[in-house]
């Protein structure tokens, strides 16, 4: 008890003649400090920018849709090249049929989608007339803010009404609402049927509220003149039901398709995971570059540490003959050392902590950039700190704690 009071005194005495040795020399401190300060601040400032994208894209996606799987021609086999996305047009609606049948499944929507001028009474513009049936509302989770969505007998039927993307609908109708109102694409008179709530861009980019939703069939006959489809949406009855759903998906097109074993999908099933793994792809890497820049600038803090620990050495030689010479052991001199080393790092660390959050706060408050701060961030960044000083310590420690003490009196 009495050992370990001790000792406890001594590590004390040592942390207060370690910061009564950085305070006489404040700006030189100050100064050595700032490579740690510039170092963390950076670190957190990345880690909070790519995780802040990371959630945004993963939001993104999951709210596109409930348990959302996108179904894609192509990725089929040409002369030995494996093809991309779109390649093959080999999604008919016929497949789209074959899925519905699929236990597993709770909705699945055929998509087909064209660029067309569309005339009000009183202006035009250009967007994407996006063919659909029913069940893509739902999968999508997309209410209307005005009227309601088409019928399955307007699918049948290959009515011409259609439904209009927020930013259409300004565009064309102003704030008034638009239902009942008529539109002219191609030769053709389409009647409205409402507007589809503000939904915001896709994780791709796409201005989502900048369409106009019609029924896949009036799309094929009457704007397009195609009978291939762009894509399919399905949603399966969970999220933990998605993986056997896709793999029974694959499965389903594969015999509709009349594919033998062994030849390669010429479509693609993808999850809401995979999306988002191919969108956090980019970030991880721009975050992983820029986690490398700064973790240069905490290198290079932490060899101004050793740097001024060694100037602190030689300044210091006849104080230390002295301890040495009075009975202080070199591991209480080592240890002086590295406590000031680690101080200056974890104090330095700890500005930059506080400073990384206060950027990452501007760009996310400021620059309206995603920003989110890990909870264990500050932790690890503490922890590194106290790595850096230990690391980069030890040697000018090493260093003082061997010192002849009559060497280091006669020291001038």
Known sequence: MAAG????????????IAFKALG???????????GMIIGVAAVITMVALGTGAQTQIEDQIRGAGTNMIMIMPGAATAGGVRQGSGTSSRLIPADAKALKLLPELDYV???????????SSTSNWRTAIVGVNVDYQQIKAWPTKYGAFFTEADVTAAAKVCLLGSNVAQTLFGDDDPTGQELRVKNYIFSVLGVMAPKGASTSGQNQDDQIFAPYTTVMKKLSGTEFLNYMVASARSATDVPNTAAAITEALRMEHGLETGVDNDFMVMTQDDLIKARTQTTQTMTSLLAGIAGVSLLVGGIGIMNIMLVSVTER????????????????????FLIEAVVISVVGGGIGIGLGYGISEFFRAYQEWPALVPPDAALTAVAFSAGVGIFFGFYPARKAASLDPIEALRFE
């Open 109 to 119: 929507s055929e998509g087909v989608q064209s660029q067309q001028q569309v005339i």
């Open 24 to 34: 006489r020399n404040k700006l030189r401190t100050a100064l050595t400090m700032l």
């Open 317 to 336: 030689t006849r104080e230390i003959g002295l301890r040495l010479a009075i009975g202080a052991s070199g591991s209480d001199v080592l240890m002086q």
């Open 5 to 16: 009071a001790a000792k406890f005194m001594s590590i004390l005495m040592t942390l207060r």
